[in-house]
């Protein structure tokens, strides 16, 4: 099966520049809001970057010529972030949107040159009076993953692609072992980490290289269908990743973590246009709505679908955390007390490896 990646409205985001925004298909009147979107990787990638330009859609939809919208996309994670977000902020951007973790820093700085300006990041945690941050409570769909793949699994080998080693990613990957591990003890996990977001060379070559080593299950965390389209092809299942991709895997994808950004974005562009907007930090999951968990895949007996139900239900509920103790590291160190669940400030701050998981995390 071929990658369908396409580059609607593609920009290079290393040459961005005033010519290089991509702006939104509604003329500006005099007193129209611009609001700016920064992505890392292509809105084709059906991933992450897909799902946060399906949310500025939503904002074009929602406001009509009241506001309009830019976006520019493949923009690295270094200088080339700075002088786009810069660049929006110069044009008249009333409010910009910086949406991965490695554009903290020049978003940082450039709303300390606009104080004016209102600006937020997601997936980061550094917050100034104009600075706002925002992410998804990525690591409770993991654990309604793992549900199923503990069910699922008949070589008790799950292979996960890791994008880079920061807490968002670890949070994920020990979340799905644990739960996963609550259905099978002897459930192993098999990493590996492309160092990148959207490769689809690299993702792909990694769900083969798990599949190679007894992997019935393919988790990632990376952007593109590609690892799916492989488990697929090969006749093992897969999880999808920050959007419903089982147009590209029917039969392998068991389910997916789709993150709906609608809502926040219609809210936030409302408060700029209100004069109400205000710095702060949102963590939304799936009592939200922020997380969602699609239709399951034909792989998933009802057993597993019962389970992970339940799972989703306990979480909304606030009765069940993925993280709720005893937990311990990989050197057998306490972590988390029986009757005790981490804070908001440790999981940020994730390093380590739970016990069980017989990997060596990257430094």
């Not at 007193?31 to 949310?55: I, N």
């Not at 591990?181 to 098999?190: A, T």
């Not at 701050?349 to 060596?360: F, L, P, R």
Request: with cysteine.
């Amino acid at each position: 099966m071929p990658f369908l990646i396409t580059r609607r409205h593609a920009i290079a985001g290393t040459a961005a520049s005033a010519a290089t925004l991509a702006l939104g298909r509604r003329p500006r009147a005099q007193d129209v809001t611009k609001v700016g979107f920064v992505y890392v990787g292509p809105v084709g990638d059906y991933g992450w970057t897909f799902r946060h330009d399906v949310g500025r859609q939503a904002v074009e939809e929602h406001f009509g010529d009241a506001v309009e919208t830019s976006h520019v996309e493949n923009v690295s994670e270094g200088p080339d972030a700075e002088r786009v977000i810069r660049q929006l902020a110069t044009t008249g951007h009333q409010l910009i949107f910086t949406t991965s973790f490695g554009f903290m820093n020049a978003t940082v700085r450039v709303a300390r040159q606009f104080p004016d300006v209102r600006f937020e990041h997601c997936t980061g945690y550094q917050r100034t009076d104009n600075l706002a941050t925002y992410m998804a409570r990525f690591y409770e769909g993991r654990a309604v993953c793992g549900t199923i793949a503990g069910h699922v699994s008949e070589s008790g080998t799950i292979g996960y692609i890791g994008s880079f080693p920061i807490p968002e990613v670890v949070r994920g990957i020990n979340s799905f072992y644990l739960a996963a591990s609550k259905i099978n003890p002897e459930i192993g996990l098999k990493i590996v980490w492309v160092n990148s977001w959207y490769d689809p060379g690299k993702e792909g070559d990694a769900a083969k290289t798990l599949i190679d080593q007894g992997a019935d299950i393919i988790v990632q965390h990376t952007d593109s269908p590609a690892a799916l389209q492989v488990a697929e092809d090969r006749g093992v299942y897969a999880f999808g990743q920050a959007s419903d991709m089982r147009a590209f895997a029917p039969n392998a994808q068991l389910t997916s973590i789709v993150d709906n950004w609608n809502e926040y974005y219609i809210r936030r562009t409302q408060a700029v246009i209100d004069g109400t907007w205000e710095s702060g930090d949102t963590w939304g999951g799936i009592d939200t709505g922020m997380v969602e968990i699609p239709p399951y895949g034909p792989g998933v007996t009802e057993e597993a679908a019962a389970a992970a139900d339940e799972v989703k239900r306990g979480i909304a509920a606030g009765e069940l955390h993925p993280f709720a103790g005893p937990i311990r590291n990989q050197a057998g160190e306490e972590v988390v007390a029986e009757g005790e669940v981490l804070s908001d400030e440790e999981l940020l701050k994730m390093s380590y490896y739970v016990e069980g998981i017989d990997a060596a995390l990257p430094q």
